[in-house]
């Protein structure tokens, strides 16, 4: 690794830590903002316990306070809390059983997504303007317009409710599928276009017309020269890719009741869980930005000709 992307790294991280810090405190000062509390609906709660409650947990000291407070112990201690609403659970307990959802999923739907969506692309590619070509094209620009909460509402009407082939609710294994198909159909689209696009520069290059003229065999100019060099877009793609899988289940797992960090995430903003709505937070922010920088550093990777800066 020379100086420069090595600077570029320490570059990164700095900024890294920059949005991180100021995702935590724009979502603490906003969260505070909004009117009511964690335990406004609570039922037979009288004025005085509610009070006692929020000193217990902190919440009744100047809100400039909290702040710092929060801040020293997520920095020092990797400590968000506990749950105000989970009582006797700590927020990073509670994130890491939703991840261990989340993250299979998630996984899974990336390679799903990755696997198909070259081998669509190339083949797109390498039958420019047939019937296959347009075919491919036409439902991936449906899969990319369409949202995730209408594709997974469609696909559970029609797998579990009229066909009944898979379980509507995602806490089985089997339940599973639907919701991994469901986030897995967008970046398959995405990266279809992406290959297709991408290997038709490729294949227009004059290395490949030089491979052509050479009598090289259309497999190895395929699979040697042209898959290889337009797959340098999708590499740096996937990284950003993966974490917008996970970030972008909330919706998916409420539909299909998953158990993951989504469901976690949206409960703990409609009961006004104030750590379990900033550890959440935390945590998926530093999935985005690592990701986003793994993503770079790929890009370098693959591609040495390319200068980080």
Known sequence: MNT??????????????????????????????????????EKAVTESVRKAMEAKYGLD????EQYLTYLSEVVTKLDFGPSLKQRGRNVLDIIADGMKTSAMI???????????GVILGSVAALRRNRIIDRVIM????????????????????????????????????????LPIITLSL????????????SMLDVLGQDYIRTARAKGVSRAKIIFGHALKNSLIPVITYF?????????????????????????????SITGRDYPLVMGTTIVLAVLIVVMNLVGDILYKIVDPRITLE
């Open 138 to 177: 036409v439902i991936t620009t449906a899969f990319v317009s369409m949202p995730s909460f209408i594709m997974g509402t469609l696909l559970l009407t029609v797998f579990a409710v009229r066909l009944n082939l898979l379980p509507a609710n995602g806490a089985s294994k089997n339940g599973l599928i």
């Open 61 to 64: 000291k100047p809100l400039f």
């Open 186 to 197: 967008y970046p398959m689209a995405y990266i279809t276009r992406l290959t297709r696009s």
């Open 4 to 41: 420069k992307t090595l600077m570029y790294i320490v570059k990164r991280l700095i900024l890294a830590i920059l949005t991180i810090w100021l995702v935590i405190t724009v979502t603490f000062f906003v969260m505070h903002a909004v009117p009511g509390g964690p335990f406004v609906g």
């Open 239 to 267: 990284g950003p890719m993966l974490a917008y899988i996970v970030t972008g289940s909330l919706v998916v797992e409420q539909i299909f009741a998953v158990p993951g960090i989504g469901r976690a995430f949206v409960n």
């Open 106 to 116: 998630g996984i899974i739907a990336a390679i799903i997504a990755l696997v198909i």
